[in-house]
């Protein structure tokens, strides 16, 4: 029984559909586990989230940043954006169980020597630290102050991670290193207003898995986010995020030997 690590769906279950059934004529008994950003943006979020949860204990994913957007709004901490496709989850008749589940996520996993995350590590943490981080912001979020949480998640500071962060800041930290970064400099201090870009040369600033020193070093990192990097497999690094609602692909890798699974993807959303 194989597992299989996904890319970002953003809400388009037809190409989580084709794939899964490319994989499960070779590999029936396929298990599923998603980088986040399972909806928003693409035209069937409700439709994604559904099929997730109904392969129960053959599926599981981390947070991303569309999914923590998804309950921001559906507390009335965040109003939707003019793009946002998740209007019917929240209206839908088993939505509360599906945002329950969706709370109930990790924001980090570590499987065979594979560190999953939606964005990215910062350099300072290990593999050990970035597990541990995830599950401050785990405990809260399944807790009664989830809703506090979710008011105070947004925002770009402290944008340099400290041990002695405390309160809301530390999570807040953990949370965009976790779910939002792309670029940060080698000290770890994460910058936010190059979204997409890739291939730009910022003085101080480099694409987090480059940075030297990295800790996380020692796993193979696994990572969404990204689209405009698109697939990525490194050594000890794997981006999956292949621009599926942008009219690239959705991509997964067979965890035991990297082998890799496509289909291709309609654009559904246009690029500004």
Same mark, same amino acid.
């Given at each position: =029984?194989?597992?299989?690590?996904?890319?970002?769906?953003? *809400?388009?279950?037809?190409?989580?559909q084709a794939l899964m059934h490319k994989i499960d004529a070779l590999d029936p008994d396929a298990r599923w586990f998603f980088v986040g950003d399972l909806v928003n943006r693409g035209p069937r979020s409700l439709d994604t989230l559904r099929l997730i949860?109904?392969?129960?204990? @053959?599926? $599981?994913?981390? +947070? %991303?940043?569309? $999914?923590?957007?998804? !309950?921001?709004?559906?507390? *009335?901490? @965040?109003?939707? %954006?003019?793009?946002?496709?998740? $209007?019917?989850? +929240?209206?839908?008749?088993? %939505? $509360?169980? &599906?945002?329950?589940? &969706?709370?109930?996520?990790?924001l980090a996993r570590l499987i065979d020597g594979h560190l999953i995350v939606h964005a990215g590590v910062l350099p300072q943490w290990s593999a050990a630290q970035t597990l541990a981080l995830?599950?401050?912001?785990?405990?809260? !979020? @399944?807790?009664? *102050?989830?809703?506090?949480?979710? @008011?105070? =998640?947004? *925002?770009n500071t402290p944008g340099l991670w400290d041990d002695t962060l405390e309160g809301n800041g530390r999570l807040r930290c953990i949370v965009n290193a976790l779910t939002r970064m792309r670029y940060c400099t080698p000290d770890g201090r994460m910058e936010f207003n190059m979204k997409e870009s890739a291939g730009i040369d910022v003085e101080g600033y480099l694409p987090w898995f480059d940075l030297p020193q990295r800790q996380s070093a020692d796993v193979t990192v696994v990572f969404g986010h990204w689209s405009a990097l698109g697939l990525i497999r490194r050594e000890n690094l794997i981006g999956l995020d292949s621009g599926c609602v942008w009219g690239g692909k959705l991509s997964a890798v067979r965890l035991s030997d990297h082998a890799l699974f496509q289909v291709d993807c309609p654009q559904y959303q246009q690029p500004g």
């Open positions: =029984m194989s597992l299989y690590i996904v890319g970002d769906l953003q *809400g388009c279950a037809s190409q989580l949860r109904q392969l129960g204990n @053959r599926a $599981d994913c981390v +947070l %991303g940043n569309h $999914d923590l957007h998804l !309950l921001a709004v559906a507390n *009335g901490v @965040r109003k939707a %954006g003019r793009s946002d496709t998740i $209007d019917e989850i +929240l209206k839908a008749p088993d %939505g $509360d169980d &599906l945002l329950d589940w &969706l709370r109930h996520r990790p995830a599950g401050e912001v785990e405990t809260v !979020l @399944r807790s009664p *102050g989830a809703l506090d949480f979710l @008011r105070n =998640m947004y *925002g």
